[in-house]
């Protein structure tokens, strides 16, 4: 087998983290589609990594002609920084939504198979219900209009649903998955000076305040529940939907860890510790209450809590790996060992999204700049 894998959206966290590993099975030439590359220039892939410099919003054509060399498109593109659902709602809508029904009707034109990216946020709120999250079964519990917070679940909810109906209609091969909150190397970026505009996920945000000895904020007292699940178990997941793409084609795929369920409270002293132990023995570790609005802004809600059934993506034989400990002791020490690193990255960066050093056994090693580990080419190249 030798595949032509485009992930659209591939230059950011889970896109840079998978087209490692497709690249590193020699089974895949993968050809990354993204704003940014950064990401992928810090680490020599054992295959080259091809790289095309193009915002899927802006040129239809080029994304045409990149769909039809491709064996399998993977679409990640997206906006995903709960702190941008309040403050851009539109460019949620419109990258999330409206651009990727561009990368449908191309997939459905060239006849592709889709590994489309939703997410867990699509199930929303639990309404007390304690039933993990079924794929086929689980209502999807949105709040008001007026709470922009759910406009990212909204727009992935419609796209899954637009998605089935092609899929029905016999016209579209595709999967989708659901990832519960993948953490891991190359995941946001650090942010020295926090503002609710440069306002990464919580791996990131804190890391951050354990770096530079600032409080770490928990919203509304901490109390929401994740099932946090290392990069590494999700892309081994990922790379096994592909492989099963005949088998798995026309389903839904939760990828979570529900044995790594914490509320945010103790995922934030569980960092505090890891931290004094493998990084600063005397880290303050401060951690204070924050309200949703004063951290995100109004229209702030949470999803309490999201806990996976994985039943079906166990049938085809994946197992996470990492339990929460090992989970946030690598990320605690990557993040740690390349600060550095991190920061000189951090002098041209524009957004949180920024790039962490490559996936791998973190405690154990430094990060190694390399040259661009990618060609980088027009999509005809
Ligand atoms: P990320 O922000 O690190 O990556 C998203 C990438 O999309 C970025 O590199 C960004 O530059 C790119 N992008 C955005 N708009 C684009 C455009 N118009 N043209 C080209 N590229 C564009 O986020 P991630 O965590 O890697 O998430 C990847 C996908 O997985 C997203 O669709 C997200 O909704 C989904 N997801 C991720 C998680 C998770 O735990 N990380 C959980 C659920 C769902
Ligand atoms: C995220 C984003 O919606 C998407 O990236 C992704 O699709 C989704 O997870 C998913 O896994 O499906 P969320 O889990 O809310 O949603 O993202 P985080 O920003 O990592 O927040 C997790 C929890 O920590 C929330 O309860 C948040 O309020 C809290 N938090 C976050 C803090 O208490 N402090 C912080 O500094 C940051």
């Given at each position: 087998?030798?595949?032509?894998?485009?992930p659209?959206?591939g230059?950011?966290?889970?896109g840079?983290?998978?087209?490692?590993?497709?690249?590193?099975?020699?089974?895949?030439?993968?050809?990354?589609?993204?704003?940014?590359?950064?990401?992928?220039?810090?680490?020599?892939?054992?295959?080259?990594?091809?790289?095309?410099?193009?915002?899927?919003?802006?040129?239809?054509d080029?994304?045409?002609?990149?769909?039809?060399q491709?064996?399998?498109?993977?679409?990640?593109?997206?906006?995903?920084?709960?702190?941008?659902?309040?403050i851009?709602?539109?460019?949620?809508?419109?990258?999330?939504?409206?651009?990727?029904?561009?990368?449908?009707?191309?997939?459905?034109?060239?006849?592709?198979?889709l590994?489309?990216?939703s997410?867990?946020?699509?199930?929303?709120?639990?309404?007390?219900?304690?039933?993990?999250?079924?794929?086929?079964?689980?209502?999807?519990?949105?709040?008001?209009?007026?709470?922009?917070?759910?406009i990212?679940?909204?727009?992935?909810?419609?796209?899954?649903?637009?998605?089935?109906?092609?899929?029905?209609?016999?016209?579209?091969?595709?999967?989708?998955?659901?990832?519960?909150?993948?953490?891991?190397?190359?995941?946001?970026?650090?942010?020295?000076?926090?503002?609710?505009?440069?306002?990464?996920?919580?791996?990131?945000?804190?890391m951050?305040?354990?770096?530079y000895?600032?409080?770490?904020?928990?919203?509304?007292?901490?109390?929401?529940?994740?099932?946090?699940?290392?990069?590494?178990?999700?892309?081994?997941?990922?790379?096994?939907?592909?492989?099963?793409?005949?088998?798995?084609?026309?389903?839904?795929?939760?990828?979570?860890?529900?044995?790594?369920e914490?509320?945010?409270?103790?995922l934030?002293?569980?960092?505090?510790?890891?931290?004094?132990?493998?990084?600063d023995?005397?880290?303050?570790?401060?951690?204070?209450?924050?309200?949703?609005?004063?951290?995100?802004?109004?229209?702030?809600?949470?999803?309490?809590?999201?806990?996976?059934?994985?039943?079906?993506?166990?049938?085809?034989?994946?197992?996470?790996?990492?339990?929460?400990?090992?989970?946030?002791?690598?990320?605690?020490?990557?993040?740690?060992?390349?600060?550095?690193?991190?920061?000189?990255?951090?002098?041209?960066?524009?957004?949180?999204?920024?790039?962490?050093?490559?996936?791998?056994?973190?405690?154990?090693?430094?990060?190694?700049?390399?040259?661009?580990?990618?060609?980088?080419?027009?999509?005809?190249?």
């Open positions: 087998m030798f595949l032509q894998a485009i659209l959206g230059g950011g966290f889970v840079s983290n998978l087209a490692y590993h497709l690249s590193d099975t020699g089974d895949y030439s993968v050809r990354v589609v993204d704003v940014h590359d950064d990401k992928l220039r810090l680490k020599m892939a054992n295959n080259p990594i091809d790289f095309v410099d193009l915002d899927i919003r802006s040129d239809r080029a994304l045409d002609d990149l769909v039809r491709a064996d399998v498109v993977v679409n990640l593109a997206a906006h995903v920084h709960p702190s941008a659902f309040l851009r709602p539109l460019e949620v809508v419109e990258t999330n939504l409206f651009a990727s029904l561009e990368t449908v009707a191309s997939c459905i034109r060239n006849r592709k198979f590994l489309h990216f997410t867990s946020e699509v199930y929303g709120k639990t309404g007390g219900s304690e039933e993990p999250f079924r794929e086929d079964e689980t209502d999807c519990i949105l709040g008001p209009i007026g709470n922009h917070r759910w990212y679940s909204c727009a992935k909810q419609m796209l899954d649903r637009i998605i089935h109906a092609h899929g029905l209609a016999g016209e579209l091969d595709y999967a989708i998955v659901r990832p519960f909150n993948f953490v891991g190397p190359l995941m946001d970026g650090l942010v020295p000076r926090w503002t609710r505009e440069d306002n990464p996920r919580v791996l990131a945000n804190f951050s305040a354990l770096i000895d600032r409080p770490l904020e928990l919203v509304n007292g901490g109390r929401s529940r994740r099932c946090f699940t290392f990069i590494d178990d999700g892309v081994d997941a990922l790379e096994l939907i592909i492989r099963n793409r005949d088998r798995v084609n026309r389903q839904i795929f939760n990828i979570g860890n529900p044995g790594n914490t509320t945010i409270a103790d934030a002293r569980l960092m505090v510790r890891l931290y004094r132990a493998h990084c023995p005397k880290a303050s570790g401060e951690i204070r209450t924050v309200s949703g609005d004063s951290f995100y802004g109004p229209g702030y809600e949470d999803c309490d809590r999201r806990l996976p059934d994985i039943s079906k993506i166990q049938g085809l034989g994946w197992a996470p790996r990492h339990d929460l400990e090992e989970t946030f002791r690598r990320c605690v020490i990557y993040f740690h060992r390349n600060r550095a690193h991190l920061e000189s990255m951090l002098k041209d960066a524009t957004s949180p999204s920024r790039a962490l050093p490559p996936s791998g056994d973190s405690d154990e090693r430094t990060m190694r700049p390399t040259a661009a580990s990618g060609r980088h080419g027009s999509p005809n190249s």
